[in-house]
């Protein structure tokens, strides 16, 4: 029988998030999530897929079931396929395509070996919270799912095309030489995917299109993305610079880190702590989710309004220095991701004071383009087309997998070259 899907893998430290493609036609079939793998008592699976026969009400599933480790959550997901989905599950892979955040100098998505894996490992130092389950669940699919091809496109990939003068910090020059230390950038899938939207509403080939791609979720990240290469993001050598986030500080003094060591007493791993999760929104206000602090700001509470006025602040800056990147040609703004995709309020507070560098809302076309929907948000007078497009990394990744492996299988089959 002919393989005939593609499994998307997202490996945390304690989740395993899934989505299974069909490739006649290419579309998501199911998707789901392995939550707290090692926790006993509340390990759970929880799945959902369209309904067979149609109907508008999608099929959904929340099993508990024990998983210790990431080999375990990943038998335990195929044996729900096959007893659950399809019973002629395990012999339809044709494919694995792993996210995996830090990938070093590696620009493209690449077959897995073990020079590939041994540079996601050596990469684990600038990632480390990210890089080593992302490995786990490598190896978990290469058990589970034997002979199947595995392929790893990396959240940094889409940033190599950096110019060295965005890429570089301006420290001595052996660090960059020696230890690697440069920007990397990160949401790398999500911004190709929405440069390339974007490029489909704009009705322009990618390679013609400026665009300014605002990935705003708890994790947030701007890039500068010209003719569909990347020329500068938001986030550098860890996903910790650049705009503030839900529990992440952004762009900082390095002395303040200095000072806080060396006047506080703060060991390395308590400021980790303090700049990746107790700052940020959660610093500030006190809580990270947006729509509290949203609420808050207009119930009165003056933590929340300095916060939100921060990030707010701090999106308007990278897209006004995004716009000299891009020579000050911009086709389109894209707003995407949690908030991106969903706060109106805040898209509308972001653009309302930057008509002066061609961006012109549509209040109720804003409004009206929240919960998942496309569009274009900006009025007829707006020199830069705003577009809000709901981000799909397991798209992107599942789209880039399949290029892999259809490309090495174009290769496989080459007639050698004569010697
Ligand atoms: P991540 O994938 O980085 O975990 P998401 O892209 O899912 O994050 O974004 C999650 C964040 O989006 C939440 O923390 C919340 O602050 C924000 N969010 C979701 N819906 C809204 C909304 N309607 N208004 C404001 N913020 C929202």
Redesign the pocket.
Known sequence: MAAKKLLVVNAGSSSLKFKLFGLEPFAPTMSGMFDRIGDKANCVLKASAPSPDGAAKPRKWEIKMQAANHVEAMTGMLGFFREQYDKAFSSQVMAVGHRIVHGMDISQPVLLNTDVMAKIKAAAVLAPLHNPPGLQGIEAAQRVFQGVPQVAVFDTAFHQTMPPHAYMYALPYDLYEKHKIRRYGFHGTSHKYLAEQAAVMLNKPVGQTNVITCHL???SSIAAIKGGHCVDTTMGMTPLEGLMM?TRCGDLDPAVVLHIQNQMGLSTKDTDTLLNKKSGLLGVCGH????AV?EGAQGGKPRDALGLAMFVYRVQKYIGAYTAALGGHVDAVVFS???GE??SI?RQLILAPLKGVGLSVDRAANDATVDGKQGEISDSGSKTKILVIPTDEELSIATQTLEVVRGETAMANEPAAAA
């Not at 990270?288 to 729509?291: E, G």
Request: charged share 15%; net charge neutral; hydrophobic share 35%.
């Open positions: 979720g708890s994790g839900g990270n989710d947006l729509r949203i991701a949690g908030i969903n706060s805040i």
